[in-house]
């Protein structure tokens, strides 16, 4: 009987083989995974018992800016979005005044979350790239959030480590440990996201030189040396830097295994989407030139101008020159799908060399910035799901 079973098998396997001649067809391949950065200023209002972050002087800091840098982002990124002109970005969780004036943009909220983790889903995203700063800092409330909603098994997480902005201010050693052991934590959760079986992802950028000084200097192999004893394979790492051959050099210290980037922007005039995407088409091509594997950023926009009318603590872009018309024009949901639809067929030209192959979107929900797949206000406000759905059919139904 066992053996009837097995030919019957092989006879229906040789079918199959058959047919993919006679159709042309190639055996199937899995697609890339396909992610998105998460940077969650969206986290409400403050209580006044919140405990925050002392500001420090990091590697690279410029005394002579004198700046200040702001210890809670979410009440500066809030005044920057409210502006009635900035409606259409508005999120889907937005509570609004009786006058439809946005009070607050909390999605610090189980429901709000598990919400979005449908909607990512549906878009055929398989990961979310949270920032990962200190456990206390107020940009991290929101990855706590989800790793309590009921549903987060349904996606996948990583972390992006933002040397510059979270590790470089870093106060002192022991705040450093705890950082690394929020990370170790981070990795042990059941939903990390892994590859070659046990080797958990990050992408890490914001880098200078004085910072993987830093790094190289002990922390970061006691920390891969943790990861070891719990169990765990070398690191994936992705360095993320605006200058590929800098970026080489940089992976090559660190045993990285891929080049990206958090974002390509740049400085053009009310730009149109589709030289936005060219120029991080570009940027892929460039990296690839380095000799090195690549995943490919792919932008879901470019528009800062919120940020030049209500200027944040921790960045001088309003001060250029015309800042209010250096930006790129919105993309239609078909534009930015097609967009990261090339991000995906790209390895089929350019295949990882460890076969590890990653797509990153710039953002979830950079809504301030520009760069956004989040659903936002439904018509005639926003575009509502337009994003995500116009997503699917590029990731999932084609």
């Not at 009440?75 to 889907?92: M, Q, S």
Request: aromatic share 12%.
């Amino acid at each position: 009987m066992k053996t009837k079973h097995t030919l019957m098998l092989l006879c229906v396997m040789a079918a199959m083989g058959m047919l993919a001649l006679c159709t042309g067809e190639e055996p199937t391949k899995s697609r890339p995974l396909v992610g998105a950065i998460r940077w969650d200023a969206w986290y409400g209002t403050l209580p006044a018992s919140a405990q925050l972050p002392v500001s420090v002087q990091y590697p690279g800091f410029d005394a002579t800016r004198n700046r200040t840098v702001s210890q809670d982002p979410g009440k500066e990124t809030r005044r920057a979005l409210a502006p009635d002109t900035w409606r259409y970005r508005w999120p889907f969780f937005t509570t609004l005044n009786a006058d439809g004036s946005a009070k607050e943009f909390n999605e610090n909220k189980p429901d709000v979350i598990e919400q979005e983790i449908e909607h990512a889903v549906h878009a055929g995203l398989s990961y979310w790239a949270f920032t990962a700063y200190p456990e206390n800092c107020p940009l991290s409330y929101t990855l706590k959030t989800f790793l309590t909603c009921k549903n987060r098994d349904k996606l996948k997480f990583c972390l992006f480590l933002p040397m510059w902005p979270a590790y470089g201010r870093i106060a002192n050693e022991e705040v450093e440990r705890a950082y690394w052991a929020h990370v170790l934590r981070m990795v042990q959760q059941p939903n990390y996201l892994k590859v070659e079986g046990n080797r958990p992802v990050f992408y890490m950028g914001f880098l200078n030189d004085p910072l993987i000084e830093k790094l190289l200097d002990g922390q970061w192999q006691k920390f891969c040396g943790k990861l070891a004893k719990c169990g765990f394979g070398k690191p994936w790492i992705a360095i993320c830097h605006g200058a590929p051959k800098a970026a080489q050099r940089y992976c090559d210290m660190l045993h990285g295994d891929a080049l990206s980037q958090y974002a390509v922007g740049g400085n053009a005039k009310a730009g149109s989407f589709s030289e936005l995407a060219a120029r991080a088409e570009k940027f892929w091509e460039d990296c690839a030139a380095t000799g090195a594997s690549v995943a490919p950023i792919c932008m879901a926009g470019w528009d800062r101008r919120p940020r030049v009318t209500n200027p944040v603590s921790w960045e001088d872009f309003h001060l250029k020159q015309g800042a209010f018309e250096l930006y790129y024009k919105s993309g239609t949901p078909d534009e930015i799908a097609a967009h990261i639809g090339r991000g995906v067929s790209w390895f089929k030209k350019h295949p990882a060399r460890n076969g590890a192959e990653f797509v990153l979107i710039y953002a979830w929900n950079e809504l301030d910035e520009g760069g956004w797949l989040v659903p936002v206000l439904p018509p005639p406000r926003g575009e509502g799901t337009a994003r995500i759905d116009a997503l699917r059919k590029v990731l999932v139904t084609r």
